[in-house]
């Protein structure tokens, strides 16, 4: 069993930065991908980044590349998202998500659909105010 706790999030200006953090209770994290997923007002959950359990591989939406960068710490439990050059468009909740990566023989898969992920943090609102 693995418990995700998101922090970091807040209100900041268009061209700001935010890192948000996400600590994990439970031996399995380190064997666990790790994914970052946006929910804005309305509209369906999104991937964002995500990174694999070694932190080898790591995939971003298009819409953030360049922007944003995902990065873990296996010795702290935590994942991080780095938010750089923040626009309105980014204005969601995020969630970060979590998956032991057992049932894929330990590759270093970054999954992209919600439902691939078994562990859910509360998530953390940021906003962008232009």
């Known amino acids: 069993q693995v418990q995700l706790v998101e922090s970091g999030g807040g209100l900041v200006q268009v061209g700001g930065s935010l890192r948000l953090s996400c600590v994990a209770s439970?031996?399995?994290?380190?064997?666990?991908?790790v994914g970052w997923f946006r929910q804005a007002p309305g509209k369906e959950r999104e991937l964002v980044a995500a990174i694999s359990w070694t932190g080898g591989t790591v995939y971003y939406a298009d819409s953030v590349k360049g922007r944003f960068t995902v990065s873990r710490d296996n010795a702290k439990n935590t994942v991080y998202l780095q938010m750089n050059s923040l626009k309105p468009v980014d204005t969601a909740v995020y969630y970060c998500?979590?998956?032991?990566?057992?049932?894929?023989?330990?590759?270093?898969?970054?999954?992209?659909?919600?439902?691939?992920?078994?562990?859910w943090g509360q998530g953390t609102q940021v906003t962008v105010s232009s």
């Open positions: 439970g031996r399995a994290f380190s064997n666990c991908a």
């Open positions: 998500a979590a998956v032991y990566v057992g049932r894929w023989a330990f590759s270093e898969i970054t999954p992209r659909s919600p439902g691939e992920y078994d562990y």
